[in-house]
């Protein structure tokens, strides 16, 4: 019933800038926060950002001062603005989104597919 399609994802030179988009489409359901998730190759998936309804932030140390997180509430879109990008940015980034259906008080986290990120030279 929510659905997340992510885009933005690609090949980017260290130093280098990315925006990573997450829509939520579906019906019958509200948002409480939103959020970046990454995982690279044998690690584990760790939260990078996260953006609550009232646009209250977090952010990882690791991306902290080079990453932005933002949110158009009319479009169900999160965003994720990365500049600086180092190599061991380099993952697969994925979207989470904690939402409400109607007539159900209990949240549940729903996913996008993931859209890989490769910072190298």
């Known amino acids: 019933q929510v659905q997340l399609v992510e885009s933005g994802g690609g090949l980017v030179q260290p130093g280098g800038s990315l925006r990573l988009s997450c829509a939520a489409s579906?019906?019958?359901?509200?948002?409480?926060?939103m959020a970046w998730y990454r995982q690279a190759p044998g690690k584990q998936r760790e939260l990078v950002a996260g953006i609550d309804s009232g646009s209250s932030t977090a952010y990882s140390d690791s991306v902290k001062g080079r990453f932005t997180i933002s949110r158009d509430s009319a479009k169900n879109t999160v965003y994720l603005q990365m500049n600086s990008l180092k190599p061991e940015d380099t993952a697969v980034y994925y979207c989470?989104?904690?939402?409400?259906?109607?007539?159900?008080?209990?949240?549940?986290?729903?996913w996008g597919q993931g859209t890989q990120v490769t910072v190298s030279s």
């Open positions: 989470s989104v904690r939402a409400r259906l109607v007539g159900n008080p209990r949240p549940n986290d729903y």
């Open positions: 579906g019906s019958g359901f509200s948002i409480d926060a």
